[in-house]
């Protein structure tokens, strides 16, 4: 079992930056790919990036390659998302997820845990 906790979301006006969190429980993090996806209101929850256990692989949605980033701390049990450049379009609950297998997918029913989500709004 593990569990995923999220933070770091906030408001922050379009151009600026947040640092996403997710922590995780347990001692077998290091196995998992991780992957961060976001749902805005009114809309289904997308793919945002995702990275694979060993941090060799890392895949983004179009909407977010070159000003988003993601990355792992194995000995922390963390994933980070480095959202640089936000645009108001990025405002959205962001949900961090944990992939059994290791590879890293962008579809979400490869992931096997969720965390509860932290908002993100980008003002214009």
């Known amino acids: 079992q593990v569990q995923l906790v999220e933070s770091g979301g906030g408001l922050v006006q379009a151009g600026g930056s947040l640092r996403l969190s997710c922590a995780a429980s347990g001692r077998t993090f290091s196995n998992y790919a991780m992957g961060w996806f976001r749902q805005a209101p009114g809309k289904e929850r997308d793919f945002v990036a995702t990275i694979s256990w060993s941090d060799r692989y890392t895949s983004y949605a179009d909407s977010v390659k070159g000003r988003f980033t993601i990355s792992r701390d194995n000995a922390k049990n963390t994933v980070y998302l480095q959202m640089n450049s936000l645009k108001p379009e990025d405002t959205a609950v962001y949900y961090c997820?944990?992939?059994?297998?290791?590879?890293?997918?962008?579809?979400?029913?490869?992931?096997?845990?969720w965390g509860q989500g932290t908002q993100v709004t980008v003002s214009s």
């Open positions: 997820a944990a992939d059994r297998s290791g590879l890293g997918h962008i579809q979400q029913s490869q992931y096997d845990y």
